[in-house]
């Protein structure tokens, strides 16, 4: 089994910057692809970052030039650096990684942005 903890998640202001983590652990070993999405209520979920473990990152449109993904040097977790953050940033943020089995998820950090 697959665990994937979140961390970071808090209620920020217009402007301010916010750092998530992500460890992974269990059956897991290095996974090709970790990455972040995030769900506001009523909508889907949106792809907000992924990094592969040679330093590859893809980025959701609304967050590009100020969201950073990174991996640690282990490469069994993933950060998300956000700054600049916005009022429509507000959602439940997912850490999901990659599997043999198929996608692993997080349980969600609550990250808030009041205007």
């Known amino acids: 089994q697959v665990h994937l903890v979140e961390s970071g998640g808090d209620l920020v202001r217009t402007g301010g910057s916010l750092r998530l983590s992500c460890a992974a652990s269990?059956?897991?070993?290095?996974?090709?692809?970790m990455g972040w999405y995030r769900q506001a209520p009523g909508k889907e979920r949106e792809l907000v970052a992924t990094?592969?473990?040679?330093?590859?990152?893809d980025y959701g449109e609304s967050v590009k030039g100020r969201f950073t993904a990174s991996r640690d040097r282990k490469k069994t977790s993933i950060y998300l650096q956000m700054n600049d953050l916005k009022p429509e940033d507000t959602a439940v943020y997912f850490c999901?990684?990659?599997?043999?089995?198929?996608?692993?998820w997080g349980q969600g950090t609550q990250v808030t942005v009041s205007s």
């Open positions: 999901y990684a990659a599997t043999p089995w198929g996608p692993a």
């Open positions: 990094v592969t473990t040679v330093g590859r990152t």
């Open positions: 269990g059956r897991i070993g290095i996974p090709d692809l």
